[in-house]
């Protein structure tokens, strides 16, 4: 298993717990799994944390 994939499996279960509190479970479980795929693709080194930084921040890369 990849880490992206582990990261997605670690965010849903841990807000497994939180769907019985309904919708806002539901919004949780959204936020946990995208954490978790975040995470994942930065242990895989498929995302630049420093290049996603420097978008949001409106520089270009050089690259």
């Known amino acids: 298993m990849t ?3 582990i990261g997605i ?3 849903a279960v841990l807000a497994f ?3 019985i509190f309904g919708f806002w479970g539901f ?3 959204l936020v946990l799994m995208l ?3 975040v ?6 080194g498929k995302l630049d944390l420093r290049g996603v930084l420097d978008a ?7 690259s």
């Open 39 to 44: 995470l994942g693709r930065i242990a895989e």
């Open 27 to 29: 919004l949780l479980t």
């Open 17 to 19: 717990a939180a769907l």
């Open 56 to 62: 949001l921040a409106g520089r270009r890369s050089s």
């Open 9 to 11: 499996a670690a965010g």
């Open 35 to 37: 954490c978790g795929a």
């Open 3 to 5: 880490p992206t994939t």
